[in-house]
């Protein structure tokens, strides 16, 4: 998915959003965000929103010194999703592969790259909610894929939302798995460290792009990462990042978001707010905005 | 009022907003949006943020040919609040100086410098909530302070919005004031157009700052304006661009706005959404503020 308009200013919002995670002083903050407009004013828009990610974190670290602007917030959100994973666990254990399917789609609010504040309420509202409201896109061929996929790459998105993976996984044959995180801090999105902390590596094999961008954007990624790419049978892309940077016609790939901008919204034609669960050879809305950049 | 950092992307929505009001052409959004980007970067930070509102207005200019993107929606809003002036006038009517005075504060809900959109709902909600809701300021001595001056200048606002200013006008000496527009196309700002079509010219002496900008600074105005400002015993100041840009410590001036932005609220020191009522001489909260430029 190329920029959108509605990208500029928003990128503009998110680089002063990580500044602030960097440091309180504002001259510094300041800094930041003029280096990200300057870059941004030559960046090749015909690339997918997450690119300007590595922008910003480059922005950050020469200004700040501060590698991962977003380890604290990493680290309590895995911490909050741990604390709720016994009441998770036994909404999903009672019920069917839908419900895990469905709080593993909620878990995708945990998401710091599209809002600078998320909370644990909204975390809340948005397990209940997704318990009960539609889902745009098709749960059951979903399960099917699944179930007759023999080697699935499934390309998870942010720390906190790891644990709510856990969830769908138990209901999975996770021999047939490999689990992908970031290769590098990006946003809030979980790298090995979280994997490990939320309790992935136990259950699963887990492995990273090799790249500490916030999507998955092949050139930028490890030979390995490559491979395991190219094997897959089956692609589970969790997040709004994934989908940015993978929304090709490559018919092996399920995204499963929450939509959370307007942009990508418009893109899977689909409505804000909505639980999408979305395959390529389904094709999207948004195509018609392929000649925007 | 200097510039914080939360106007950086803000600035950087508002050039779109303004570039969509001009232009469906997507490309040419994009090069006003980067046009106003690349002058943000060197932009003297210490100015009032109202200030980029011409490097905007020129790009808009420059790129689409547009020279005033808010006209159609200044007719509208005019539009709207003349339909509605017969019932906001019954209630004013019926009432107090302080029922007409809310009604006027209230009618500075209708902004597209903070929002792009305000909608007929904001307006008639907004109405409604101004009878009730507390104030952050002192009306009675506002009361006062125009029943002792005998030289008023009262610099409006917003288009749609001059029309409320009716109702409070209607309660004063209109003989002692002088009722100021601005100079040219300034976002939604009402100049002497709005000024007539509104019927404000039937009722009050009315002139322009002689700057088409959203805000008085005063070097960037006509001597007429500096003139007139100069002589005033009181100086009734309307909207958040008269206050970003007047917020000295002239004892003279009393603010009267809604708090629609958060920098706005804490330099004035009320909380989002306030209905303020701000002299000088009381100080402002947000004077922490002055010297993060």
Chains 1, 2 share one sequence.
């Not at 991962?68 to 666990?89: G, Q, T, V, W």
């Not at 179930?147 to 998870?156: E, F, K, P, T, V």
């Not at 590098?184 to 979980?190: I, V």
């Not at 490559?250 to 707010?273: M, N």
């Amino acid at each position: 998915m190329k920029m959108r308009n509605d990208c500029l200013p928003c990128i503009a919002r998110g680089s002063l959003d990580a500044a602030r995670l960097a440091t309180e002083d504002e001259d510094l903050q300041r800094k930041v965000v003029k280096q990200v407009l300057k870059e941004l004013i030559t960046f090749d828009l015909n690339s997918p929103p997450p690119l300007m990610a590595l922008v910003i974190a480059r922005a950050v670290k020469e200004m700040t010194g501060v590698d991962d602007p977003y380890s604290r917030i990493k680290k309590k959100y895995n911490d909050f999703a741990l604390e709720l994973f016994p009441l998770l666990e036994k909404k999903a254990m009672d019920a069917s592969f839908d419900t895990a399917l469905r709080l593993c789609i909620a878990g995708n609010i945990i998401d710091f790259g599209t809002h600078a504040r998320v909370g644990r309420q909204k975390v809340l509202d948005t397990i209940d909610e997704a318990l009960v409201m539609e889902i745009n896109g098709e749960g059951e061929a979903f399960e099917k894929a699944c179930d007759n996929a023999d080697n699935i790459l499934w390309i998870a998105d942010n720390a906190g939302e790891i644990v709510f993976d856990r969830l769908l996984l138990q209901k999975l044959d996770c021999r047939k798995i490999t689990y992908v995180v970031r290769g590098g801090p990006a946003q809030n999105d979980a790298t090995l460290e979280d994997a490990e902390y939320a309790g992935l590596t136990g259950m699963v094999k887990v492995i990273d792009t090799g790249a500490a961008i916030p999507g998955v954007i092949l050139e930028y990624c490890s030979e390995r990462f490559r491979k395991a790419y190219e094997k897959a049978d089956m692609i589970i892309a969790k997040g709004q990042g994934n989908f940015e940077t993978l929304d090709s016609l490559d018919s092996r790939i399920f995204f499963l978001f929450k939509a959370k901008c307007q942009v990508v919204a418009d893109h899977a034609g689909c409505r804000l707010d909505d639980m999408v669960i979305k395959n390529s050879h389904q094709g999207f809305a948004g195509r018609k905005f392929g000649s925007c950049g």
